[in-house]
């Protein structure tokens, strides 16, 4: 089976739809998805859904182009990771391509959520973009590889890649590596070890190839597989396998479905 490692189920593109999204994952062999929160006032529907679905998971946190979310805390954070079915906090980290001007917010905020992921023992799920350089920069000045976590829908340099994974972080690939214009995010998926990949749809947005341009859905992280395994040269099978069990290493508060 496979793991989606990112998606947002609770979005209205999906959120009516989960006979038929859960029928298609099975369909497909997608066992388990987890669902990322991007508000904290949204959280409780990603943790209702979780809750819902034995095979469902979710993560608390703030994505950082959303400026305008009350101020939150530390303590907040960690209080609401508790729950069993919360098994990462994120996403969160730095997008400088979004939004521009003063953003030491974004950096605190992330800092907030790195010292609440360490206090809590529940990895992160970090979004980088046009920002790597002050992402990996804050990752060391507070200790994120005391936790370890994802780099989500990863569109970075193999030099990031590398640099994220001595930190000890999991790199995770999404329908973008299908795009026929990736041709440097290919080259990234072909050089780094098996061992430290995972695979996501960032569902509803992003839908790999033969679907680009339509709602993308867990389903569909079956495509992202395939380009992988394509790309090193190797059976789907060991893709599925590997990419299976990191996500159970990585989240180890996640227990597969019998």
Known sequence: MLVDSHCHLNFPELVNNMQALRQSMQEERVGHALCISVTLP???QV???AEAYDNFYASVGVHPDYEDE????EDQLVELAAHPKVIAIGETGLDYFRLTGDLEWQRDRFRTHIRAAIRAQKPLVI???SAAEDTLRIMREEHA???GGVMHCFTESLEV???AIDLGFYISFSGILTFKNAVELKEVAKALPLDRILVETDSPYLAPVPFRGKTNQPSYVRYVAEELAKLREISYQEVERATTENFFRLFSRARPCS
Do not use: E
């Not at 009350?70 to 805390?73: D, G, L, N, S, V």
């Open 161 to 163: 890649a590398l640099q």
């Open 145 to 147: 590889g005391r936790i």
């Open 47 to 49: 943790l209702a859904i």
């Open 127 to 129: 979004h980088t973009r």
């Open 42 to 44: 949204d959280f409780p």
């Open 70 to 73: 009350r101020a939150f805390t």
